[in-house]
T-cell receptor, first 116, second 112 residues
Framework: DTGVSQDPRHKITKRGQNVTFRCDPISEHNRLYWYRQTLGQGPEFLTY????????KSRLLSDRFSAERPKGSFSTLEIQRTEQGDSAMYLC??????????????FGPGTRLTVL | QKEVEQNSGPLSVPEGAIASLNCTYS??????FFWYRQYSGKSPELIMFIYSNGDKEDGRFTAQLNKASQYVSLLIRDSQPSDSATYLC????????????FGPGTRLSVLP
């Protein structure tokens, strides 16, 4: 399977704990995106990487959230001091950027976070 | 605030009928438009994209774009029960930003 993969698929944590999610993009894709989706809503953009550089970050993103893509391949999203409002599906997507690309984003299966 | 709007539904159509899903967007400079299908509990999967005014067909799916009216639609011909899902409209606002702005999705139910 050469699609986007995410780990873990499910995470249950207690309020105040830190959690970290991992995303492995499609191998030739240089762009990687994180989104958050709650029930009944479309995905909400969190942040975007071009190779290892984090180029965009949503203004709605709390400073408890941090993301990295250290070698331009996989990425991690960390949430510190989790709150119940962080409960959501966290989606990772990747795309093949470039002047001739439509930049179509392909999504991974997501990580469902439940904060108790 | 760049917005994408869709009727939340549910939209119910009988098997074999044409389902018509609509999407409007606020940013007139938007360049690319995408339709994703999302089954309950699953992640979005790409159906098709369109960036030129007019129609684009792919199998049973046709995307229609009217930039002057800031309107994009998806037609599903010969609807099947397996088409029952939420359909998300996504807009890439311009050539500089890379994030998509998603609508809330329209839930489609195809009745056997």
């Amino acid at each position: 399977d050469t699609g986007v993969s995410q780990d873990p698929r499910h995470k249950i944590t207690k309020r105040g704990q830190n959690v970290t999610f991992r995303c492995d993009p499609i191998s030739e894709h240089n762009r990687l995106y994180w989104y958050r989706q709650t029930l009944g809503q479309g995905p909400e953009f969190l942040t975007y990487f071009q190779n290892e550089a984090q180029l965009e970050k949503s203004r709605l993103l709390s400073d408890r959230f941090s993301a990295e893509r250290p070698k331009g391949s996989f990425s991690t999203l960390e949430i510190q001091r989790t709150e119940q409002g962080d409960s959501a599906m966290y989606l990772c997507a990747s795309s093949l950027g470039g002047p001739s690309s439509t930049d179509t984003q392909y999504f991974g299966p997501g990580t469902r976070l439940t904060v108790l | 605030q760049k917005e994408v709007e869709q009727n939340s539904g549910p939209l119910s159509v009988p098997e074999g009928a044409i389902a018509s899903l609509n999407c409007t967007y606020s940013d007139r400079g938007s360049q690319s438009f995408f339709w994703y299908r999302q089954y309950s509990g699953k992640s979005p999967e790409l159906i098709m994209f369109i960036y030129s005014n007019g129609d684009k067909e792919d199998g049973r799916f046709t995307a229609q774009l009217n930039k002057a009216s800031q309107y994009v639609s998806l037609l599903i011909r010969d609807s099947q029960p397996s088409d029952s899902a939420t359909y998300l409209c996504a807009v890439k606002p311009d050539n500089y930003g890379q994030n998509f702005v998603f609508g809330p999705g329209t839930r489609l139910s195809v009745l056997p």
